[in-house]
């Protein structure tokens, strides 16, 4: 038996197996890591989409509250009743924002929502006008919103 005629007949199939072994491990490997990438724009476009309802439904209690500070401003009567409802889903839709939202827009409603807060319960600004005062608080909110939702100027 001639051991170079017996090598390549015996040593060409494990090339193959090997090349075919690598090659499968290949595309596994680059599979696995577009998959990953993909569900990591997933979870990034879920999660901006959740800010995105957050920000939404906080704007829509916040403006509200907005009326209501206004309505007491023009005619310095407020409704405790209703003040108390608004104030309490305006609340609740900022703790809403604490859950999904970063540093910045959770400070940003914070401020915003407790700036609204003292528009409807306490005494009213005398050196500006109700709607200067809110309007203080909501264009930072409104900012940092923007840049939570990477919404060019």
Request: hydrophobic share 40%; charged share 30%.
């Amino acid at each position: 038996m001639d051991w170079l005629q017996l090598t390549p007949a015996a040593v060409l199939p494990l090339v193959g197996v090997l090349l075919g072994t690598l090659g499968s491990l290949a595309t596994t490997h680059l599979g696995t890591r577009t998959t990953r990438k993909q569900a990591e724009t997933q979870r990034r476009a879920a999660l901006r989409i959740e800010r995105k309802e957050a920000i939404r439904d906080f704007l829509e209690g916040a403006q509200r509250v907005e009326h209501l500070a206004e309505r007491r401003y023009q005619t310095g009567e407020r409704d405790n009743n209703e003040a108390e409802l608004l104030t309490h889903r305006m609340w609740y839709l900022q703790k809403c924002i604490e859950l999904v939202g970063g540093h910045e827009l959770r400070r940003a409603a914070l401020d915003y929502a407790w700036h609204l807060g003292d528009a409807v319960y306490k005494e009213l600004p005398t050196d500006r006008d109700i709607w200067e005062f809110m309007t203080s608080y909501r264009e930072p909110f409104l900012e940092a919103a923007r840049r939570t939702l990477a919404i060019p100027e």
